[in-house]
């Protein structure tokens, strides 16, 4: 059963964010992908909660874009993104990014349920290029 294995926070600050999630809960960032993009246009910081160990997970914060909302995306592991899909698209769902590889991790895509909250579905693939 597919179950949330990272989150995703979008915001407008992302060192304000990070400060006040630090300050608040004493969570940790990390900047992902200085080494593979050498892009400032989307820094993307991975969020540490807690340790492995505990209950939990960990996530992401990234600058809002465009239309993009405010809020928090959960995604969930799924063994196939494509079969993940399907069944998004055939119970209702609205798929509002196409399946893109996350190098060297695995495959992602994102979706709205039938209420409009918006989630992802993620598949772990080392050789996603």
Request: hydrophobic share 35%.
């Given at each position: 059963m597919p179950r949330p294995i990272h989150f995703e926070m979008s915001v407008e600050d992302a060192e304000r964010?990070?400060?006040?999630?630090?300050?608040?809960?004493?969570w940790t960032f990390h900047r992902w992908g200085d080494d593979k993009w050498g892009d400032d246009t989307m820094p993307y910081y991975l969020t540490t909660t807690g340790p492995d160990?505990?209950?939990?997970?960990?996530?992401?914060?990234?600058?809002r874009q465009g239309g993009m909302p405010a809020g928090?995306?959960?995604?969930?592991?799924?063994?196939?993104?494509?079969?993940?899909?399907d069944t998004i698209k055939s119970?209702?769902?609205?798929?509002?990014l196409e399946k893109m590889a996350v190098p060297g991790m695995g495959w992602v895509a994102y979706?709205?349920?039938?209420?409009?909250?918006?989630?992802?579905?993620f598949e772990m693939d080392a050789n996603a290029a």
């Open positions: 964010a990070r400060e006040f999630y630090s300050k608040v809960f004493g160990g505990e209950p939990g997970i960990n996530g992401g914060l990234m600058l928090t995306t959960n995604t969930m592991g799924v063994e196939s993104v494509d079969k993940a899909v119970a209702g769902g609205t798929i509002i979706a709205t349920d039938t209420e409009g909250n918006q989630f992802g579905v």
